[in-house]
């Protein structure tokens, strides 16, 4: 049974580029989530998709938005990047039909922007 | 002030120590509480889940959590050089996004 997985691993753009990272979810999973995670920090929420919808959203620009596919897997965009986006993004999925809906974790993509 | 808070470390400790992490945080609407191990340039992989007050354990960790006191902690016995990585506490009100302290750098010394 794979794990979260997400795509690519690593990514090196410069400022006022535009990028997408992807993510499939753990088999039987419908939610996902995406964290940034600076050097150091622990990762921040940015937002969470269910049924292809936005269900909640951190404080992150609107240079960040999100996709849902109907096969659950979902993309990050991120628009006109600044050098304070290189962070580690991590995506996490979870079952809504489960307590608490524990979120299982990927390797994150590493995002540099020189 | 932030929603949780997390000593910092880093953490040195021989090996076979017993080693305790702790959090404290400020919403009293978390109700469900979790403890993720990272390891260097890796993801999170959660390691305990608890929900409300009470302990928890599985093999050499323990969870407890103190909702009265706002504080979490997470215990490891018979500490082991592998279990070295950075632990995280996250938290959250159920269902939606997770709040995390930190970190914790831990060093099992062999």
């Known amino acids: 049974d794979a794990g979260v997985t997400q795509s690519p691993t690593h990514l090196i753009k410069t400022r006022g580029q535009q990028v997408t990272l992807r993510c499939s979810p753990k088999?039987?999973?419908?939610?996902v989530s995406w964290y940034q995670q600076a050097l150091g920090q622990g990762p921040q929420f940015i937002f969470q998709?269910?049924?292809?919808?936005?269900?909640q959203r951190g404080n992150f620009p609107d240079r960040f938005s999100g996709h849902q596919f109907p096969n659950y897997s979902s993309e990050l965009n991120v628009n006109a990047l600044l050098l304070g986006d290189s962070a580690l993004y991590l995506c996490?999925?979870?079952?809504?039909?489960?307590?608490?809906?524990?979120?299982?974790f990927g390797p994150g993509t590493r995002l540099l922007v020189l | 002030q932030k929603e949780v808070e997390q000593d910092p470390g880093p953490l040195s400790v021989p090996e076979g120590a017993i080693v305790s992490l702790n959090c404290t945080y400020s919403?009293?609407?978390?109700?469900?509480f979790m403890w993720y191990r990272q390891y260097s340039r890796k993801g999170p992989e959660l390691l305990m889940y608890?929900?409300?007050?009470g302990n928890k354990e599985d093999g050499r960790f323990t969870a407890q959590v103190d909702k009265s006191s706002k504080y979490i902690s997470l215990f490891i016995r018979d500490s082991q050089p592998s279990d070295s990585a950075t632990y995280l506490c996250?938290?959250?009100?159920?269902?939606?996004?997770?709040?995390f302290g930190a970190g914790t750098i831990l060093r099992v010394k062999s």
């Open positions: 088999s039987g999973h419908d939610t």
């Open positions: 998709y269910y049924e292809e919808e936005e269900r």
């Open positions: 996250a938290m959250s009100a159920g269902g939606n996004k997770l709040v």
């Open positions: 608890t929900y409300s007050s």
């Open positions: 919403n009293s609407a978390f109700q469900y």
């Open positions: 996490a999925s979870s079952f809504s039909g489960s307590v608490g809906e524990t979120q299982y």
